[in-house]
């Protein structure tokens, strides 16, 4: 009954082992180094080819700014286990490293195909926010596969879940599974019900310093038609219900039902079965977050270096760039690639990139 966002775990990360299954076929995860060893290229006994070594193999990462340089990676290390692998399937050593990187790209965007067809989207419409360590690495190329024209790389991508962790309110969710129809529905019973988890609520969080006037307070219903196995969460008006409360909770609980399936169950009773009362504080205020270079005229471009974007032998020179050192009105085409000290971003060749005023940077695939 704890509120969450519907996610979906994939099992592809910068650890995840690349081998040869069982088939005989090349697979990328979902074993993983993990951090201890690792992957070969960090040097701590890891000896598997890794997602990780194949993009420094590729020429994404920075061997010696990788967490902004507290961390030397071994190129060489890491084309010793690729080349190991290659060796298995009579590939080249940037083959093989450019099938990892391509096959867990596959992996990330098979799954998403699942996802969004298990829901009706068409991820076509949607546009992709890339964070983590290795996600900007690959964000372009999964968009590809799914035919999505815009990635969107927020400021400290690498750390976003810390990041997004400290500037997360206090907040505590309660509930309480009281079932009734909506045609019979007891506003004083469900009153009461409410009213006993709010003063649990407001008590806790009071006892975590949030002043009785900085507290929030909002309250939801898990309902369903009657003999369904699934609940839709539906917001519950504010104040203490009345005769009119059940009119509202059905529009509420007809229109998430309608964006969610498509048509209604018309003439089936609507059942509430839990009630939900989540009190908080007020969220962190921060400021002083830099999102553009201080330095005026300064190069943004830290240099080049040779990457590879496809399949084959050959490398572009790619221009690398320092987030940190953008100016307000950067933009430049791709292939590029911006480094930071918890992450990199790749833009493929045939893509853009602009920095927005919120410091985020929007890759856009450019029209045919």
């Not at 599974?177 to 649990?200: C, H, I, P, R, Y």
């Not at 038609?225 to 969460?233: E, H, S």
Request: aromatic share 6%; net charge negative.
């Amino acid at each position: 009954l704890v509120p969450m966002l519907d996610m979906i775990e994939i099992g592809a990360g910068g650890g995840s082992i690349a081998r040869r299954n069982e088939l005989g076929l090349p697979a990328v995860g979902p074993e993983s180094a993990g951090s201890t060893p690792g992957p070969a290229c960090y040097g701590l006994g890891g000896a598997d080819a890794t997602v990780t070594d194949a993009d420094l193999l590729l020429g994404y990462l920075n061997a010696d700014y990788f967490v902004g340089g507290e961390m030397p990676l071994h190129l060489e290390r890491a084309r010793r286990a690729i080349q190991d692998l290659a060796a298995q399937f009579d590939l080249k050593t940037e083959h093989m490293a450019w099938g990892i990187h391509d096959l867990v790209n596959e992996n990330m965007a098979a799954a998403a195909r699942v996802h969004a067809a298990e829901r009706g989207l068409d991820l076509r419409k949607y546009a992709m926010v890339a964070t983590g360590g290795a996600g900007p690495v690959h964000a372009c190329g999964v968009a590809l596969k799914l035919g999505i024209q815009t990635v969107i790389i927020p400021p400290i991508a690498g750390v976003g879940s810390a990041f997004g962790l400290q500037l997360a309110p206090i907040s505590f969710d309660f509930s309480r599974t009281f079932m009734t129809k909506l045609e019979s529905l007891d506003a004083s019973t469900v009153n009461g019900v409410l009213e006993a988890l709010e003063q649990e609520g407001r008590a806790i969080v009071s006892e975590a310093g949030v002043p009785p006037e900085a507290i929030e307070v909002s309250r939801s219903a898990d309902m369903r038609y009657m003999g369904q196995g699934f609940n839709l969460r539906v917001a519950v008006p504010a104040g203490r219900l009345d005769r009119d409360s059940p009119r509202q909770l059905r529009d509420a609980f007809e229109d998430a039902y309608l964006r969610t399936y498509g048509l209604l169950s018309e003439g089936v009773p609507i059942q509430a079965v839990n009630w939900q009362v989540t009190v908080s504080g007020p969220a962190p205020q921060i400021s002083g977050l830099q999102v553009f270079g201080e330095a005026a005229g300064q190069s943004a471009q830290k240099g080049t270096r040779p990457a590879m974007f496809t399949s084959g032998d050959q490398s572009a020179e790619t221009a690398v760039f320092d987030r940190y050192a953008l100016p307000a009105n950067f933009q430049t085409g791709g292939p590029a690639i911006i480094e930071e000290a918890e992450s990199t971003s790749v833009v493929l060749p045939g893509w853009s990139v602009r920095l927005e005023a919120s410091g985020c940077l929007v890759l856009q695939r450019d029209s045919a």
